[in-house]
Protein backbone atom coordinates (compact mmCIF):
# COMPACT_ATOMS: atom_id res chain seq x y z
CA UNK A 1 0.00 0.00 0.00
CA UNK A 2 1.11 3.79 -0.89
CA UNK A 3 2.63 5.83 1.83
CA UNK A 4 -0.56 7.18 3.85
CA UNK A 5 -2.31 4.31 5.00
CA UNK A 6 -5.83 6.79 5.88
CA UNK A 7 -5.62 8.48 2.32
CA UNK A 8 -8.91 7.49 0.46
CA UNK A 9 -7.33 7.62 -3.02
CA UNK A 10 -4.23 5.58 -2.11
CA UNK A 11 -6.92 2.62 -0.93
CA UNK A 12 -9.14 3.07 -4.24
CA UNK A 13 -5.89 2.85 -6.22
CA UNK A 14 -4.94 -0.39 -4.43
CA UNK A 15 -8.15 -2.23 -5.04
CA UNK A 16 -7.79 -1.64 -9.03
CA UNK A 17 -7.35 -5.15 -10.03
CA UNK A 18 -4.80 -6.42 -12.43
CA UNK A 19 -4.23 -9.73 -13.98
CA UNK A 20 -1.82 -12.45 -12.56
CA UNK A 21 -1.06 -15.69 -13.48
CA UNK A 22 -0.47 -18.44 -11.20
CA UNK A 23 2.50 -20.59 -11.09
CA UNK A 24 1.49 -23.29 -8.82
CA UNK A 25 -1.76 -25.15 -7.38
CA UNK A 26 -3.94 -23.78 -5.31
CA UNK A 27 -6.38 -26.21 -3.36
CA UNK A 28 -9.89 -24.71 -2.02
CA UNK A 29 -9.46 -21.14 -3.86
CA UNK A 30 -10.98 -21.70 -7.28
CA UNK A 31 -14.06 -19.99 -6.12
CA UNK A 32 -11.45 -16.44 -7.13
CA UNK A 33 -11.60 -17.95 -10.59
CA UNK A 34 -15.27 -18.60 -10.77
CA UNK A 35 -18.15 -19.87 -8.44
CA UNK A 36 -17.98 -23.68 -9.97
CA UNK A 37 -14.18 -23.85 -9.75
CA UNK A 38 -12.63 -25.89 -6.68
CA UNK A 39 -8.64 -25.45 -7.10
CA UNK A 40 -6.61 -22.90 -8.96
CA UNK A 41 -4.32 -24.63 -11.80
CA UNK A 42 -1.10 -23.27 -12.59
CA UNK A 43 -0.88 -20.79 -15.63
CA UNK A 44 -4.49 -19.81 -14.49
CA UNK A 45 -5.08 -15.72 -15.22
CA UNK A 46 -7.09 -13.99 -12.88
CA UNK A 47 -7.85 -10.33 -11.97
CA UNK A 48 -6.66 -9.44 -8.19
CA UNK A 49 -6.61 -6.36 -6.66
CA UNK A 50 -3.39 -4.53 -6.61
CA UNK A 51 -2.92 -5.37 -2.56
CA UNK A 52 -3.44 -8.83 -2.90
CA UNK A 53 -1.39 -9.36 -6.20
CA UNK A 54 1.69 -7.26 -4.70
CA UNK A 55 1.66 -9.27 -1.39
CA UNK A 56 0.95 -12.79 -3.51
CA UNK A 57 3.70 -11.85 -5.85
CA UNK A 58 6.80 -10.54 -3.29
CA UNK A 59 5.49 -14.08 -1.22
CA UNK A 60 7.42 -17.35 -1.30
CA UNK A 61 5.70 -20.29 -1.42
CA UNK A 62 6.65 -23.03 1.25
CA UNK A 63 7.59 -25.77 -1.16
CA UNK A 64 11.60 -25.64 -1.85
CA UNK A 65 10.78 -24.82 -5.58
CA UNK A 66 12.27 -21.44 -6.44
CA UNK A 67 8.97 -20.83 -8.41
CA UNK A 68 6.89 -17.95 -8.00
CA UNK A 69 3.10 -17.88 -6.53
CA UNK A 70 2.23 -15.40 -9.22
CA UNK A 71 3.32 -13.23 -11.49
CA UNK A 72 2.07 -9.56 -12.29
CA UNK A 73 1.21 -8.59 -15.37
CA UNK A 74 0.10 -4.79 -16.96
CA UNK A 75 -3.25 -3.81 -16.00
CA UNK A 76 -5.66 -2.96 -19.18
CA UNK A 77 -5.37 0.78 -18.39
CA UNK A 78 -1.74 0.74 -18.95
CA UNK A 79 -1.94 -1.77 -21.60
CA UNK A 80 0.44 -1.35 -25.01
CA UNK A 81 -2.85 0.10 -26.90
CA UNK A 82 -3.38 2.88 -24.02
CA UNK A 83 0.63 3.58 -24.30
CA UNK A 84 0.46 4.31 -27.92
CA UNK A 85 -2.48 6.13 -27.65
CA UNK A 86 -0.99 8.37 -25.09
CA UNK A 87 1.94 8.78 -26.92
CA UNK A 88 0.02 10.15 -29.68
CA UNK A 89 -2.08 12.33 -28.35
CA UNK A 90 -2.65 12.48 -24.47
CA UNK A 91 -5.65 14.99 -24.67
CA UNK A 92 -7.81 11.97 -26.89
CA UNK A 93 -7.25 9.86 -23.82
CA UNK A 94 -10.44 9.43 -21.29
CA UNK A 95 -8.18 8.58 -18.54
CA UNK A 96 -11.39 8.15 -16.14
CA UNK A 97 -12.75 5.16 -18.19
CA UNK A 98 -10.03 3.21 -17.81
CA UNK A 99 -9.23 3.64 -14.21
CA UNK A 100 -10.56 6.55 -11.76
CA UNK A 101 -6.75 7.10 -10.34
CA UNK A 102 -5.21 6.27 -13.59
CA UNK A 103 -1.82 8.03 -12.38
CA UNK A 104 -1.87 6.87 -8.93
CA UNK A 105 -2.28 3.53 -10.49
CA UNK A 106 0.28 4.35 -13.10
CA UNK A 107 3.07 5.22 -9.83
CA UNK A 108 2.08 2.36 -8.32
CA UNK A 109 2.49 -0.39 -11.28
CA UNK A 110 5.88 1.42 -11.68
CA UNK A 111 7.03 0.52 -8.18
CA UNK A 112 6.31 -3.01 -9.25
CA UNK A 113 7.74 -3.36 -12.68
CA UNK A 114 10.68 -2.34 -14.20
CA UNK A 115 8.94 -0.33 -16.94
CA UNK A 116 11.02 2.88 -18.01
CA UNK A 117 9.19 3.45 -21.03
CA UNK A 118 6.14 3.81 -19.45
CA UNK A 119 7.21 6.54 -16.79
CA UNK A 120 8.44 8.23 -19.91
CA UNK A 121 4.69 8.54 -21.37
CA UNK A 122 2.80 8.54 -18.13
CA UNK A 123 5.40 11.50 -16.85
CA UNK A 124 4.59 13.10 -20.33
CA UNK A 125 1.19 12.79 -20.89
CA UNK A 126 0.61 14.07 -17.52
CA UNK A 127 2.88 17.54 -18.85
CA UNK A 128 0.50 17.96 -22.18
CA UNK A 129 -2.97 17.09 -20.15
CA UNK A 130 -1.73 19.32 -17.89
CA UNK A 131 -1.75 22.90 -19.59
CA UNK A 132 -4.86 21.78 -21.05
CA UNK A 133 -6.70 21.09 -17.89
CA UNK A 134 -4.89 24.84 -16.39
CA UNK A 135 -6.38 26.29 -19.76
CA UNK A 136 -9.80 24.83 -19.28
CA UNK A 137 -9.67 26.35 -15.92
CA UNK A 138 -8.48 29.71 -16.30
CA UNK A 139 -10.94 29.90 -19.31
CA UNK A 140 -14.85 28.63 -18.02
CA UNK A 141 -16.21 29.14 -21.96
CA UNK A 142 -13.95 26.36 -22.58
CA UNK A 143 -14.84 24.24 -20.01
CA UNK A 144 -18.92 24.70 -20.45
CA UNK A 145 -18.47 24.18 -24.35
CA UNK A 146 -15.97 21.93 -26.53
CA UNK A 147 -14.08 21.52 -23.45
CA UNK A 148 -16.81 19.37 -21.77
CA UNK A 149 -15.95 15.59 -22.68
CA UNK A 150 -12.30 16.65 -22.13
CA UNK A 151 -13.08 17.16 -18.21
CA UNK A 152 -14.80 14.76 -17.90
CA UNK A 153 -11.77 12.04 -18.78
CA UNK A 154 -10.12 13.39 -16.30
CA UNK A 155 -8.64 11.35 -13.62
CA UNK A 156 -8.30 12.22 -9.66
CA UNK A 157 -5.08 13.87 -9.96
CA UNK A 158 -6.06 16.34 -12.54
CA UNK A 159 -9.31 17.12 -11.35
CA UNK A 160 -7.34 18.24 -8.71
CA UNK A 161 -4.94 20.40 -10.48
CA UNK A 162 -8.38 22.03 -12.14
CA UNK A 163 -9.96 22.64 -8.75
CA UNK A 164 -6.16 24.49 -7.75
CA UNK A 165 -5.82 26.08 -10.88
CA UNK A 166 -9.71 27.13 -11.35
CA UNK A 167 -9.03 28.62 -7.47
CA UNK A 168 -6.40 30.31 -8.08
CA UNK A 169 -7.54 31.83 -11.36
CA UNK A 170 -10.37 33.48 -9.12
CA UNK A 171 -8.38 34.28 -6.31
CA UNK A 172 -6.06 36.18 -8.97
CA UNK A 173 -9.72 38.17 -10.49
CA UNK A 174 -10.53 38.72 -7.15
CA UNK A 175 -7.23 40.01 -5.80
CA UNK A 176 -6.67 42.16 -9.24
CA UNK A 177 -10.49 43.77 -8.83
CA UNK A 178 -9.36 44.61 -5.15
CA UNK A 179 -5.87 46.14 -6.29
CA UNK A 180 -7.76 48.35 -9.43
CA UNK A 181 -10.71 49.40 -6.62
CA UNK A 182 -8.16 51.07 -4.31
CA UNK A 183 -6.34 53.10 -6.85
Not at 65 to 85: G, H, K, M
Amino acid sequence: MSSNYYDIDAILTDAQKIPCTFHLHIPNLGYLESPTTRDIHPNSTLLLPLWLAEFLALSQPSTSSSTPLITLDLPPALSPRVQNALKADPRSVDLRSLATHFYALGCRVLQLFEEEELGDILAESFKVRAREVADHAHNPRGALGEGADFLRGLDEMERQVFRAAHESAKQMKAFMADRSGRK
